[in-house]
């Protein structure tokens, strides 16, 4: 089993459509998540961090289900803007380690 | 402020060439993180420093790679020899003090290399 698991996509949505992706990790012991933002031939940038009681940022939510292991983020309102590879990412390791797993990311393109 | 800053942003370069690649980090973190992209394996870890000394270095693929941090603003990661398979984009990360875990990491452009 991969550590991290996505669907890769690509989702391709209408402007102002709600789209949501989800990620797998491995392991339990899991300790810190988050969603980055890559968009094309750019570096990685954090989009939210996730908290267990979910957190919202805007037209962004973040959802944390420890006991299915997986983690979710919901657009909502999708602008074209928001087209771009959304990364998953887990401390698989737990503990205060900086060693940060990434999944392969979902791509998300936003169609006017 | 600087973000963090790699060089070069594209190497092209014949195998069995040395190539060294080069970043500065934002000033005041203390984590720096080397990173591989590519389109097969995603975006992997290959070693990370905190306080210029390597803690895991389990991600780098063979001999071939090594890493240095010789102070707080400076580090390179250098392939010798290089090999075709060793072309993908490297990132360079850092971020502040603190529990890394739970930190967020401020990434490079990036260096694009092609190995021929």
């Known amino acids: 089993r991969k550590e991290v698991e996505q669907d890769p996509g690509p989702f391709n949505v209408p402007e102002g459509a709600t789209v949501a992706f989800n990620c797998t990790y491995s392991?339990?012991?899991?300790?810190?998540f988050f969603w980055y933002r890559q968009d094309c031939r750019k570096e990685p940038k954090l989009l939210m961090s996730?908290?267990?009681s979910g957190n919202e940022d805007g037209r962004f939510t973040a959802q944390l289900n420890r006991a299915s292991q997986y983690i979710s983020l919901l657009i909502r309102d999708s602008k074209l803007s928001d087209s771009a590879t959304y990364l998953c990412?887990?401390?698989?390791?737990?503990?205060?380690?900086?060693?940060?797993?990434f999944g392969k990311g979902t791509k998300l393109s936003v169609k006017p | 402020d600087a973000g963090v800053i790699q060089s070069p942003r594209h190497e092209v370069t014949e195998m069995g060439q040395e190539v060294t690649l080069r970043c500065k980090p934002i000033?005041?973190?203390?984590?720096l993180f080397w990173y591989r992209q590519t389109m097969m394996r995603g975006l992997e870890l290959l070693i990370y420093?905190?306080?210029?000394?390597?803690?895991?270095d389990s991600g780098m693929p063979e001999d071939r790679f090594s890493a240095k941090m010789p102070n707080a603003s400076f580090s390179t990661l250098k392939i010798q020899p290089s090999e075709p398979r060793d072309s993908a984009v490297y990132f360079c990360?850092?971020?502040?003090?603190?529990?890394?875990?739970?930190?967020?990491?401020?990434f490079g452009p990036g260096t694009r290399l092609t190995v021929l």
């Open positions: 392991n339990s012991a899991s300790q810190s």
């Open positions: 420093f905190n306080n210029n000394v390597p803690i895991d």
């Open positions: 990360a850092s971020s502040p003090p603190g529990l890394a875990s739970y930190n967020e990491q401020f």
């Open positions: 000033s005041g973190h203390d984590y």
């Open positions: 996730v908290y267990s």
């Open positions: 990412v887990v401390n698989i390791y737990g503990g205060s380690q900086g060693n940060l797993i």
